[in-house]
């Protein structure tokens, strides 16, 4: 019985000391320091963020098509595949023979030359993107101003989505290479 009363003795005498040392956040003296990542302002993170990477939706892809008509003053429309090139009238001084291409590829887009041609009124360029898969997405297309590899979007045109057609229609003012972007 005196050994049963000693080991319950030794454990009360441990489980005071036990309690006791918990009392006191730093009991060696020892200054408690929470561990966290110094974090900066948040408008300073946004703003060293790079931009986001456009999407370019995949699509699937469209026979190769190529379109070349002489354009001019009195404007003229222009199909190559699903997509049209609207000219107003007065958007060319001169007669132009311009070249729409519509290579088959993952994406929706249009080449146009001669790159660079500028014009007095914008002219309308009607992309479908009819065969993309958009994810179940719901936001507007946009017309994108895209670097031939498409690698790289330089530029968003002006843009209308027609949700009901599958297209969007961007003006444009020079000639260059097109895409279907988010």
Known sequence: MKATRLVHCALLGGAIVVLQSCEHSTP???T???LSVPLAPVDSVVASLPPPAPVLPWCA???YD????TIGPGG???AVGPHTVVFLPNALDSAVSITAVAPSDTVSRVQLQPSGLTFHQPVLL????AACNLLGSTQPMRVAY???DLQQVLDYLPSMTDADS???TGHLKHFSDYAVAW
């Open 126 to 129: 009607v992309l479908s993107y």
């Open 32 to 34: 408690r320091h929470a």
């Open 76 to 78: 003229g429309v222009l």
């Open 66 to 69: 190529s379109v070349t008509a």
């Open 28 to 30: 060696l003296g020892v």
């Open 166 to 168: 599958k297209t969007v």
């Open 146 to 148: 895209t670097t031939p």
């Open 61 to 63: 892809p469209l026979p």
